[in-house]
């Protein structure tokens, strides 16, 4: 089989990074496009990937509708070219290519309908499958399918990963020394609009607070202010999950770097204004207590909650103990997602198999 992958954010490149490997490994041809945002060239060349850039990211309505055309026409160039039989991704174009050209659209997305409704207005109407955490509250169709996991355990799953403590030399630690991490994220991606997150007084007192009791370090997306250029964080993109695994505490205004931390084990502290609106986060901290969420203007209940996690005696095996629980209710999304797709038409009780290469 000839595979597309259409990758537009940085998380999407970890979340099909396993099984385009394990596709690869089973015979089958991977082909791997991309939007140029931030860090996905860096990352993809990090793992051994060679891709091919559809379009540049542009921002505001105009700049992001002209993109999208650009986009598609891209992709469904070499979609033709490659005689692609799937097109996978949290992809508007790959949807949209489906339905010119012969291959299976597969849309993987976490975020509920009603939270990203401008993707989903966009993308799901074309999509042949839509492939969701069991925990949203999308409504179902017969095209959607649910999978018992996270984006963020296809490759944060223990089976898939573990931290490698040779990063704290790389962070200029010793090995029990105490860590912060702070994740600052731009809002511009498509469904952010007019949401916020941490304000600059906020962060200046994050980094003054946290700054007391260990080392703190910043991963800024986009460019990073001239202040707190002494806080970044001295390692390669990729190395950040393992960074993370050792944190003592991860305080962010990003959406996927709070899931990937909660995963790991590591206490995840989320100001921003999609508090209540994302099913993931949701089911993170009220089922099984692994981060906690708070709108800017909580602030101060937001520091309050840091204060009391700092002093909680036994919080590192208290937060193993909570990550076992749920790792127990969650499967390896990887697995999951290799044998869907090498298994699509008896997912799907489809009757031939004459448009598979």
Known sequence: ???????????????????????????????????????????????????????????????????LVEHDLKVLRIALAHQADFLLGTSVSAAHVSKITRACSIIFNEDDADYVQRFARLTYPFADAIVIPDCLRDKRTPRYFTHNSYHELAYLHPDRFQPDPAVLALLGLLPEEPFF???????????????????????????????????????VEGEVPVEFKPYQIPIPPH??????????MLIADSQTMTIEAAVLGTPAIRCNTFVGRCSVIEELEGKYGLTYGFPPQEAERMFRRIAELLEQ???????????RRMLADKIDLT?????????????????????IH
């Open 1 to 67: 089989m000839n595979i597309l992958i259409d990758i537009g954010h940085p998380g999407h490149v970890h979340l099909f990074r396993h099984a385009a490997r394990t596709w690869m490994d089973h015979g089958h041809r991977v082909i791997i496009t991309i939007r140029d945002r931030d860090i996905i060239p860096s990352l993809l060349k990090a793992y051994g990937f060679e891709f091919t850039i559809a379009s540049k990211a542009r921002s505001g309505f105009l700049g992001m509708s002209w993109e």
């Open 181 to 219: 991490v702070i994740r600052l994220v731009a809002f511009k991606a498509h469904h952010d609009g007019s949401h916020q997150g941490l304000n600059l007084a906020a962060k200046r007192r994050l980094i003054d607070y946290l700054s007391r009791f260990g080392r703190v370090f910043l991963t």
């Open 239 to 248: 190395l950040i999950h393992h960074a993370l695994a050792f944190a003592a």
């Open 313 to 323: 005696p036994g919080r590192k095996e208290e937060w193993a103990s909570r990550r």
């Open 335 to 355: 697995t999951w997602m290799v044998n869907f797709v090498e298994n699509y038409l008896l997912y799907t009780n489809r009757a031939t198999a004459s448009w």
